[in-house]
């Protein structure tokens, strides 16, 4: 068995010269968080909420969910905290339910049942939607 992928420390640089450059890491950062997959599966024991195929999709719509952005400056800064973030998964900062949260359930791949307001009223559906900000 090979020996488990280790994220490298990955600076991000200040600054992009250009959106092509900063494209291009947004790439390198893309690979090195698709590599760490099966190592975050074992140090989470995530096999069997989730396969790796679907943590990938979680990645890839985090990323897709910024793709309109087009300032070298703002890729680099989103860039930064998405490396910052995968550090903390990878050195076990977060806890399993962590991962889950806000990887599993919290990127649709994991359906809500929708329980939640079942047995309430009407009068305490409608307070609660018109009063949450």
């Known amino acids: 068995m090979a020996a488990p992928f280790t994220l490298r420390k990955i600076g ?11 494209r291009r890491r947004v790439f390198d950062y893309f690979r ?8 975050i599966m074992d140090i989470y ?3 069997d909420v989730v396969a790796p195929s679907q ?5 890839s719509a ?7 952005v087009t300032d ?17 998964i990878v050195d076990h900062a977060k806890q399993r339910h962590h991962i889950i949260g ?12 929708g329980s939640k307001d079942q047995g ?9 939607t018109s009063n949450y900000f």
């Open 12 to 22: 991000v640089p200040p600054n992009s010269a250009n959106l092509t450059e900063a």
């Open 32 to 39: 090195a968080a698709c590599r760490s997959i099966p190592t």
């Open 45 to 47: 024991n995530l096999q």
């Open 55 to 59: 943590l990938r999709f979680s990645i």
């Open 62 to 68: 985090q990323i897709r969910k910024n793709a309109h």
């Open 72 to 88: 070298p400056k703002v890729i680099d800064l989103l860039l930064f905290k998405g490396m910052e973030e995968l550090t903390d």
């Open 102 to 113: 806000q990887y599993v359930v919290g990127e649709g791949l994991v359906q809500n049942t």
């Open 120 to 128: 309430k009223s009407d009068f305490l559906k409608n307070f609660y």
